[in-house]
């Protein structure tokens, strides 16, 4: 990827003596083998930073962003880099802010339900501090141990539990942000609702660190759900497995989760599930319901009957807290597990409306038998929201070639079928070339028009969402 001809290609030695004068040497860091370590997220693409700053206050943030705007140089937010889109990659260079030392929880508002943040704080943590208030924080991303309120706002991070209680950005209320300029601007609101003008907190969840740097936020929380219950259940195949998703999703019960894993998926975690999962098993869905005790239990039985009813060869309860500690652990493991299949996978994460998704699973079968590639997939079923998985090596050319043809297949298949080419991951700089795909060159047009109001000299981020 070249860097951009405007921006400059090595910070001046009078930037980094700005920098370290206004937020101190400490913060400043220049070293190589720091550098090298915020040179890419989870997609493995890389590209080395020329600076990397770890500010402690919305105030060392502006005054970054005051002279990196006067100095036009390329300025590339960072939570903590576990992006599957690239979207924290200095693909051009430039100063690569990492916002994981304002890690702090400000607040949490019992009576008012919400909580306030500093954006490198890791998305388990706030989870845990509201459970421990009585309350429930409920966006639930596969990373949540380790990735950041910041980058999950940033990127409009989806997650399990989507189906139930939507996604980070139905609990976004209100945002600190620090503009291009350097300028703090705060917008939302901490009151349960407000249509003040332009919806401009919605615009900032999902911008993937290109109109803003987000440097504290107000987020919704809900009371905590009674009781939680978990099952596993396994499929001969797959239709009968996302039959069982419909037939679920229309007996009016509304799981906390369903999570869909194919025979790949289940297999390269094999050893973590706490359940005998059967070597026949093609796919397999863990189903959770939440709610009080009467009620979920009820619904259980009737969820257990319709798996059963739509050929579920094994539906087996996670009897202890421990067990279903131990699904989600397997679950959450997938994605990296693939790693041990090949060395190479371009991890998609489409959605359809959720009825279109046995067609989905069709065309997936037909694009892995054209493009003669192994596919895996698994994810938020309940939501038609999957992780697809073409299994490749990139230092074979011509397969990788075949792998890339395959992609742009499964976004065309995606969006024939009402879809979009994104429910959760982001564009970032993996999914830009298909961007216009999906929204038209018009949309693009007035997306840049907001992009130069808001950044205009371009140092937000560049180089994502479009080439
Ligand atoms: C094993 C695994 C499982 C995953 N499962 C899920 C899942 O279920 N659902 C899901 O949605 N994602 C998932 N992801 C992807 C990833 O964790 C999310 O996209 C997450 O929101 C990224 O957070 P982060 O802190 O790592 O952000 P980063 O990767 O550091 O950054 C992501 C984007 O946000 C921007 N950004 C970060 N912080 C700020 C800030 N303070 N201000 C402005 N911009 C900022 C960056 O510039 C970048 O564009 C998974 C990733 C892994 C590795």
Not at 139 to 159: E, K, M, Q, R, Y
Not at 410 to 428: M, N, Q, R, V
């Amino acid at each position: 990827m070249e860097r951009c001809a405007t921006l400059f290609l090595v910070i001046p030695p009078h930037v980094i003596t700005a920098l370290r004068e206004s937020i101190g040497k400490d913060s400043v860091i220049t070293d190589r083998e720091s550098l090298l370590c915020y040179s890419y997220d989870a997609t493995r693409r890389e590209a080395i930073p020329d600076l990397l700053l770890r500010p402690g206050s919305a105030e060392e943030v502006s005054a970054i962003l005051r002279i990196a705007n006067r100095e036009k140089i390329a300025v590339i937010p960072r939570g903590a880099g576990s992006g599957f889109a690239g979207g924290s990659v200095p693909v051009q260079g430039g100063i690569v802010l990492s916002v994981q030392c304002m890690d702090k929880i400000l607040e949490i508002h019992k009576d008012d339900f919400y909580a306030v943040v500093e954006p490198g704080v890791i998305t388990r943590n706030l989870q845990k501090a509201a459970e421990a208030e009585g309350l429930f924080y409920p966006p639930d991303p596969s990373s949540v141990n380790f990735c950041t309120l910041g980058g999950n706002i940033s990127t409009g991070a989806g997650g399990a539990r989507g189906i139930k209680y939507g996604t980070t950005k139905d609990y976004v209320m209100g945002l600190d942000v620090v503009l291009a300029s350097g300028e703090m601007i705060s917008i939302g609101t901490r009151a349960p609702r407000s249509v003040a003008g332009y919806d401009l907190t919605r615009l900032m969840v999902g911008s993937e660190g290109t109109l803003g740097v987000l440097t504290k936020a107000i987020l919704r929380l809900i009371p905590l759900p009674e009781k939680i219950v978990t099952l596993a259940a396994i499929f001969p195949d797959l239709y009968s497995a996302t039959s069982a998703v419909g037939q679920v999703l229309k007996s009016g019960i509304r799981p906390l989760v369903l999570e869909f894993m194919d025979r790949e998926s289940i297999r390269v975690v094999k050893e973590l599930l706490p359940i005998g999962v059967r070597e026949k098993g093609e796919a397999m869905l863990i189903i959770e319901i939440d709610g009080p005790q009467g009620i979920i239990e009820r619904e259980l039985q009737r969820v257990e009957e319709i798996c059963t009813k739509s050929g579920a060869i094994d539906v087996e309860k996670a009897a202890t807290s421990s067990d279903r500690e131990k699904l989600w652990t397997a679950r959450r493991s997938v994605s990296p597990a693939l790693y041990k299949i090949n060395p190479t996978k371009i991890n998609e994460d489409v959605v359809v409306p959720k009825s279109k998704l046995p067609d989905l699973i069709g065309e997936i079968e037909k694009i892995a038998a054209h493009y003669r590639l192994q596919i895996v997939s698994f994810g938020h079923a309940g939501d038609g929201n999957l992780h697809i998985n073409i299994m490749t090596d990139d230092k074979n050319a011509e397969e990788y070639g075949r792998a890339r043809e395959a992609v742009h297949a499964l976004f065309k298949a995606t969006l024939g079928l009402g879809g979009s080419i994104s429910g959760e991951h982001g564009i970032g700089i993996t999914k830009a070339p298909f961007l216009p795909m999906e929204v038209g060159d018009r949309v693009i047009g007035i997306m840049k028009e907001i992009k130069k109001v808001f950044d205009p000299n371009h140092i937000l981020n560049p180089g994502k969402l479009w080439p």
